[in-house]
């Protein structure tokens, strides 16, 4: 199978394959074939219907690859016997892949947790005894209790991340789940994930982070679409078929991506950037704009910031300068009285300084001195920042030829409209704000955004409705009508955590952390430097982890709770990210496994034994009953009833929904190429800044991937480079037997050259080892490999390495204003075993 043919096509051979190996594995204890009646002597068509005694419940495949594809789960004698794709209203969107194909063998894995278990060794000794349900949470409650006495209620922490988007029992963030309504009654601070964020810090700067995004169904109206840093045929294989198609029916392909995949074997033209350097390209590319005058004027003087004055202090002219009082004005979002200030541009039509609101023909550059202050305009700004980029430059550092760098900077502004597949490719360096940053201007100054066939983005971006959910579910009251305490306002990012826990400093604020609880979170697996997440973990003294599999974070943890699987609750699933834009209701299809529970029970017997059951006396479906129950949702028909009647509904009013990038979400609603002030994703925490960075246009190479980076000059020449898995979603699936027969185990791979001058062969045992940690594992050699790099498929535990741990080798540093992950900014060196 190719991933572009309809997945259900998935020829059933393989998964009787799959079903007997998890048979022969014993792992079906609870389900064994023979009480299942002749399944394997149905044929194609039996499957395809209900069949005998099956029944059919609605599900959705939901953990973090975002795709939310909704399900069929197939049950037989109370066990799920099988999983297939169910209609959506829009039959475009009615894909699902191997992951939602091979859903049995996550619900039946001998890895469940089935029961409460308790740390009886050394912590992260992987020594647990099973105990009862009052047991743990006597344990909890007790503990919590003497923690938060005694330091305050935020001294205990949620750690909420990706593993299961649905409204209620997941990890859709603490605004919106069961776990923000618990945070929120028990007075709870936060820890943030930090990841995925790099590009989207760079975008508000852009846009203040309006989303971009035209519906991927709108992809055949583009002329040109270009996958950036974008992997579909593995990150969203659902998906690829519309790219596919929209190619078929004249659309020019086009990849930029380090690798030569199966995206860029289809591509018409696939430009092998090399990795970390595509802010550089970009740079050129507006380079080319800007020096040959190629962008439409009108355009940058009422859509752009590009003729706001900037004074020698780097801040914006303002009235103020100009001697005009700031008057005071209440907020159109908050209703707060806040100073006005206007924004001051040279108006050549009056050959003065004025409000940008008086303009009619602003002055893009030679403003003359303001009130004696030397200034430059915006657009002077950003022409200095990328004076160096000369196509030639671009080409050198981004690998390139410069009639690519030329032909790319030609499409965007001839043979529009193009649609910038954008997604995190480029999100995991340490340049990424900066990379995105430049490479979405160059999109959205050529007008490549808010109209039909030009979009730029991810498809899982359809965060906007979201602002409909009843928030106020997560803050609950009393049966006396008293709203709980509130969530500790502390949201701390990852890279401080051991600071904190040593210091009870987070920046200079006095903080205590105490105690974590991870959910929805293989933090151990997935965070960067996994010796860093085991240190802090270690010094805390309260650890809990729900989790429906055994897991590296499991193991760290002192109290284990078994939470129920996504088929064994009511919920509303395809909730917060999805690929296709419907919101589907999840119907039980089995009871618990177990003694698990769903999310919502956990936390609802946690706060009842915490003396806090006032707050949680609502079942599930009331939950998202209420969470659905906005102004919003009525107008678009969207009710908890409507759902269960009709299964899917659409979040979108249109029929194919097209972004307005009519107004920006920024000041005065311009697209920015300047920000006054530096902007910080999680705070400013006394780190030093460099405003000429965060300011403007800027780019550096990766700190540890740039190719003159001292680890790559030096002792560690390899970038490595992570891949996604086609058959993990992350760590999910990796307890999965059916899919463990297509990927079995956890592969380095390198370019033949590289290989051969290493004296490595394919399937040789090899060491990864850099500054920080080392990880053994199988080479695979592989010709689509630029040379120098390691392109590694991480999603793995720490039992599926040969020796170490992948997530060692990540460094954990950030960005100076964004604490963004950079999972591939990493060198190592490459030794044969
Ligand atoms: N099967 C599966 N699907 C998933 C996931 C999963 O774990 N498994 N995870 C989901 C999640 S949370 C995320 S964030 C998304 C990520 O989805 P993607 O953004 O598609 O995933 P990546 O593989 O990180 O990167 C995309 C492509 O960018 C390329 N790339 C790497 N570095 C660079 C670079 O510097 N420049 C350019 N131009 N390209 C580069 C990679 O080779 C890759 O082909 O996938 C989601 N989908
Ligand atoms: N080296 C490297 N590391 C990376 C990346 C990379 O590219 N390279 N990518 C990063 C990215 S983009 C992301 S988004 C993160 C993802 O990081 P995580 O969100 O930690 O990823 P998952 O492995 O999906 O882990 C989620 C956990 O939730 C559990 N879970 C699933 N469903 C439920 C449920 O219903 N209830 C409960 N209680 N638990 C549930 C799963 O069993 C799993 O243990 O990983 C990051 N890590
Ligand atoms: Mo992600």
Not at 485 to 512: M, N, R, S, W
């Amino acid at each position: 199978m190719t991933e572009f043919e309809n997945p259900r096509s998935f020829s059933r051979r393989s998964f009787v394959t799959g079903a007997a190996a998890l048979t022969g594995a014993g792992l079906l204890a609870a389900c064994s074939p023979q009480s299942q009646p002749e399944q394997g002597a149905e044929g194609e068509e039996g499957l395809a219907g209900t069949g005998g005694n099956e029944e059919i419940y609605a599900g959705a495949c939901d953990g973090n690859c975002a795709g939310g594809c909704y399900l069929n789960i197939h049950v037989r004698d109370g066990k799920i016997v099988r999983t297939s794709a169910r209609e959506l209203p829009d039959p475009a969107y009615t894909r699902i892949c191997s992951k939602g194909l091979s859903q049995v063998g996550r619900v039946y894995s001998s890895n469940r947790l089935l029961y409460p278990m308790k740390r009886v060794g050394e912590r992260g000794s992987n020594d647990f005894e099973r105990i009862s349900w009052d047991e743990a949470l006597d344990f909890i409650a007790t503990k919590w209790k003497e923690i938060t006495d005694q330091y305050g209620p935020g001294a205990m922490a949620i750690f909420n991340n990706s593993g299961h988007y649905s409204l209620c029992s997941g990890s859709c963030g603490t605004s919106i789940s069961v776990t923000g309504r618990f945070k929120n009654v028990v007075g709870a601070s936060e820890i943030s994930s930090s990841l995925d964020i790099g590009c989207s810090h760079g975008f508000s700067h852009l846009t203040g982070g309006i989303p971009t995004y035209n519906e991927i169904t709108d992809r055949k109206n583009a002329n040109v679409s270009i996958l950036w840093g974008n992997n579909p045929a593995i990150s969203n294989p659902h998906t690829a078929h519309f790219h596919k198609e929209a190619q078929e029916d004249g659309n020019r392909l086009i990849v930029i991506d380090p690798i030569y995949n199966a995206n860029a074997a289809m591509a018409d033209w696939w430009v092998p950037v090399k990795a970390g350097t595509d802010g550089a390209l970009a740079a050129g590319i507006l380079n080319i704009y800007f020096t040959r005058g190629l962008l439409d004027e009108g355009f940058l003087k009422s859509t752009t910031n590009c003729p706001y004055l900037i004074k020698e202090d780097g801040m914006f002219v303002r009235m103020s300068d100009l001697g005009v009082e700031p008057t005071v004005e209440p907020d159109p979002l908050t209703g707060e009285d806040v100073p006005v200030d206007p924004i001051v541009v040279w108006d050549a039509a009056q050959n003065a300084p004025v409000a940008i609101t008086e303009a009619t023909d602003p002055l893009l550059e030679s403003v003359p001195e303001v009130n004696g202050m030397k200034v430059q305009t915006v657009l002077e700004n950003a022409k200095a920042a990328v004076a160096e980029y000369t196509p030639e430059r671009a080409a050198e550092i981004s690998g390139l030829k410069v009639e690519d760098v030329e032909e790319l900077a030609r499409i965007y502004v001839e043979d529009g409209p193009v649609s910038t597949e954008f997604f995190l490719g480029v999100n995991h360096y340490l340049n990424a704000p900066y990379t995105s940053w430049l490479i979405g201007l160059v999109a959205m100054l050529t007008g490549n955004t808010g109209k039909s066939g030009a979009s730029f983005g991810n498809n899982q971006i359809y965060i906007p409705q979201y602002t409909h959910t009843n928030f106020a579910v997560t803050m609950p009251t009393d049966k006396a009508g008293n709203p709980c305490q509130g969530g500790d306002p502390h949201t701390y990012a990852t890279a401080f955590l051991e600071e904190l826990i040593d210091t009870g400093k987070y920046g200079q604020e006095d903080c205590v952390l105490k105690g974590v609880w991870f959910t929805f979170n293989n933090a151990a697996a997935t965070m960067a430097d996994s010796e860093y997440t085991k240190r802090w973990v270690s010094k805390l003294d309260l650890v809990i982890c729900s989790d429906v599999m055994m897991t590296d974070t499991c193991r760290l943890a002192d109290i284990i709770l078994p939470a129920s699987y996504w088929f064994e609750h009511t919920d509303v699933g395809s909730y917060l990210f999805a690929t296709h834009p419907y919101i589907t209701w999840n119907e039980k299809a089995i009871d618990p496994l177990g003694e698990s529970k769903s999310d919502f029970d956990i936390f609802k017997a946690v706060a009842e034994r915490m003396g806090y059951g006032e707050f949680f006396d609502l079942t599930e479906e009331e939950y998202c009953a209420e969470a659905l129950d906005s102004e919003g949702y009525k107008a678009l028909g969207i009710s908890l009833e409507a759902l269960k009647e009709k299964g899917a509904l659409r979040v979108f009013p249109e029929d194919v929904h097209i972004s307005d990038t009519s107004v920006w979400g920024t000041e005065n609603g311009r697209l920015c190429l300047y920000q006054e002030n530096v902007l910080y994703q999680f705070g400013d925490l006394g780190q030093p800044v460099d405003r000429k960075k965060e300011c403007g246009l800027y780019w550096e190479e990766g700190k540890y991937c740039g190719e003159h980076s001292e680890a790559r000059m030096g002792e560690y020449p390899f970038h490595l480079l992570s891949q996604k898995m086609r058959t993990h979603t992350h760590t999910q699936w990796s307890e999965n037997e059916y899919t463990r027969e297509i990927e079995p185990e956890p592969l380095a791979m390198l370019n033949p050259d590289d290989a051969a001058e290493l004296g490595i062969q394919d399937g040789d045992t090899i060491r990864l080892r850099n500054y920080q940690g080392t990880v053994v594992v199988k080479a695979a050699i592989n010709a689509g490999v630029p040379p120098k790099t390691v392109a590694m498929p991480r999603s793995w535990q720490a039992a599926d390495f040969i020796e170490g741990t992948y997530q060692s080798l990540i460094s954990k540093d950030f960005n100076d204003t964004s604490n963004n992950q950079a999972y591939n900014d990493v060198a190592c060196a490459v030794e044969k075993m």
